[in-house]
């Protein structure tokens, strides 16, 4: 990544973050009954950590929940926890479209998209603080920990998602997945024309530019994945 990035959190207390966030919505949300499903989810998340060099592969201990709900959703927390509800899966219609989506999301991971956004939430909070203190109203104490605690789930910007979708497609090719799905990702993703997922597509550049940006990044996608299914990296991960 070539620009400045604004971090006030070490990577264990994002971490610790992620982790406690992840076990919230592991409590509330509930988890497939499908073990085949979670199989095939992990089947996906392993070729994709895989692929994660030794140091970004050992940084987290990963960990995948898929959970009972319908949206066409997922996510990567800070800490390796990786979310995907099983109504993904009606948009995300095979492996590879699967890798595409998770390879995205582990991308705002490695790219500490998380940390970003809870550190501008936090100075956003400092300046509101600032402003209470000379103001002598609402506890300004209050208001910088109710952004900082909910600043993990605040949706990403433009530049994020770019840097994810590049960071994605490189790692699902070199897993050995076809990267050519991310595209018909997006196809699908437009086709569905259903609510649209927190994640995926909140904030989100619109599918045109962001499938002309990914077919930008096909040859040399395409190429890592020839090397990786030429070494015999070729995955076989199918939902029965
Ligand atoms: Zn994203």
Redesign the pocket.
Same mark, same amino acid.
């Given at each position: 990544m070539d620009r400045l990035q604004v971090v006030l959190y070490s990577d264990a207390e994002m971490a610790e973050r992620g982790i406690r966030s992840y076990r919230e919505m592991q409590a509330e949300i509930p988890a497939t009954a499908d073990a085949k499903e979670l199989q095939y989810v992990k089947c996906v998340a392993n070729y994709v950590v895989a692929a994660l060099d030794s140091e970004d592969q050992s940084r987290f201990d990963w960990e995948v929940t898929v959970f009972d709900n319908e949206q066409a959703n997922a996510f990567a927390l800070p800490g390796g926890k990786i979310g995907v509800y099983n109504g993904l899966f009606s948009v995300a219609v095979n492996q590879h479209q699967l890798a595409a989506v998770m390879a995205?999301?582990v991308? !705002?991971v490695l790219a500490s998209?998380s940390n970003e956004r809870a550190s501008q939430s936090a100075l956003r909070n400092i300046g509101v603080a600032a402003a209470q203190i000379l103001g002598a109203s609402t506890s300004a104490l209050e208001i910088f920990d109710v952004g900082t605690r909910y600043g993990i789930f605040l949706p990403?910007n433009r530049t994020?998602?770019g840097e994810?979708?590049a960071i994605g497609v490189t790692l699902m090719s070199e897993a050995g997945f076809n990267p050519e799905e991310s595209i018909n990702l997006w196809v699908n993703m437009s086709a569905n024309g259903g609510p649209r997922p927190p994640?995926?597509l909140s904030t !989100?550049p619109s599918p045109s530019s962001r499938m002309a940006e990914l077919r930008r990044l096909m040859p040399p996608a395409n190429a890592l994945r020839d090397s990786a299914n030429s070494r015999g990296l070729s995955p076989d991960c199918i939902l029965f």
């Open positions: 995205h999301e991308g !705002h998209h990403f994020q998602e994810a979708d994640e995926l !989100h």
